[in-house]
């Protein structure tokens, strides 16, 4: 991976950061054939899983809530062209929003934007099951996949 421009704002006031990061990557894809796939946003993928825990007897605190958004600007090879596109996902409960959305901005180039509001609070014992399956859906959902197929 190379990075490029680098540039940061810390926005006290409002409580904001943001950085703005150039790069290029080498083998960033999986390339099959005439097929390459890729992860449209491999650098702030919600990993984490929340751990199973069956007759959970404690309620549960998230102590910071926060919202994270990207939006990244990918350049397609040439010579290739799109195969298949995440569908655009939305995602809106007690805890939080997540919401993604690909834009197609020519014929080389995708749009990704990506944010993610979690709410702090205090929750019950009976609502972690729901809490985990929110969790595990942005998971899975960070995960998808683009499939370019060579001209």
Known sequence: ??????????????????????????????????????????????????????????????????LDSDEIEVNLPPGFTIEFLPANYELKGKFGEYKTEIIKKDNNKLIYKRSMFLNKGKYSNKEYDEYRLFREQISRNDNAKIILIKN
């Open 1 to 66: 991976m190379k990075l490029g421009k680098i540039t940061f704002s810390n926005d006290k006031e409002n409580v904001r950061f943001t950085e703005d990061v150039q790069l290029s990557a080498i083998n960033y894809a999986s390339i099959s054939a005439n097929k390459m796939i890729f992860a449209i946003d491999a650098f702030n993928q919600n990993g984490e899983s929340v751990k199973r825990i069956r007759n959970r007897k404690n309620p549960f605190e998230i102590q910071r809530g926060y």
